[in-house]
């Protein structure tokens, strides 16, 4: 893990800021609201400082939440949605695994072998490994960027069997709407790599159903937040 989390120079204690932050990143909330939760808890913090908090705090937190430990023996789920910004069409592309773990996301304003390359080239250099199976749907970009970065690895374009990267898009497309859209690429870029690493933390993997195995997870969950962020309450 990275070096601790730095408050020096704020008056705010930094279980406040990381509850704020974390209610930003881990809920579908405006920054008005965040503001609004606070206020109920006797916090006086406008929704411009609670912003300030998410771009400074929302970063360091994401480099020092644990990785999933990497498994040659994974299946990568890809897909790409389209995200509108400023009037232009852009594509997020995203890789998850089999427990709906993001592996990877970025943000490119093409629809392509070249971009579909891009992403496939990133993902064995952050994971270490290739996958055992990667799975994709009908589009002929990931089929032609496969041959070229991962020519061993089995592949299967299926629409129906990529329900697992098509449902990661979801949460995302629920803060979309709550921000009323993203304002510039680059924001959406930041946004959404601080989203997914919180996401990835709190979300159980799939195999983990029964109601106690989710309350036991949350609390392991919560006890590693606490340690990233340098709170104690």
Known sequence: MSKSVSYKRHRFPPEIIAHAVWLYFRFPLSLR????????????????????????????????????????RDIWYLDEVAVTISGQKHWLWRAVDQDGYVLDEILQ????????????????????????RMITDKLGSYTAARRQVMPGVEHRSH????????????PLRRRERVMQGF???GGLQR???????????????????????????????????????????
């Open 183 to 185: 304002r510039s690429p």
């Open 33 to 72: 609201l965040v503001e609004e939760m606070l206020l109920e808890r006797g916090i006086l913090v406008s929704y411009e400082t609670v912003r300030r908090w998410a771009l400074k705090f929302g970063p360091a937190y994401a480099r020092r939440l644990r990785r999933k430990p990497p498994s040659c």
């Open 159 to 170: 629409k129906g069997l990529n329900n697992r990267a098509e449902n990661s898009h979801l």
């Open 109 to 132: 304003s093409r629809r392509d072998t070249k971009a579909a390359k891009r992403l496939l080239t990133r993902l064995p250099k952050k994971q270490g490994c290739s996958p055992r």
């Open 191 to 233: 946004f959404t790599t601080i989203f997914s690493a919180v996401r990835n933390l709190f979300v159980p993997p799939r195999s983990r159903r029964s109601a106690l195995a989710t309350h036991l997870h949350r609390l392991t969950t919560m006890a590693e937040w606490k340690a990233v962020v340098g709170a104690t309450a």
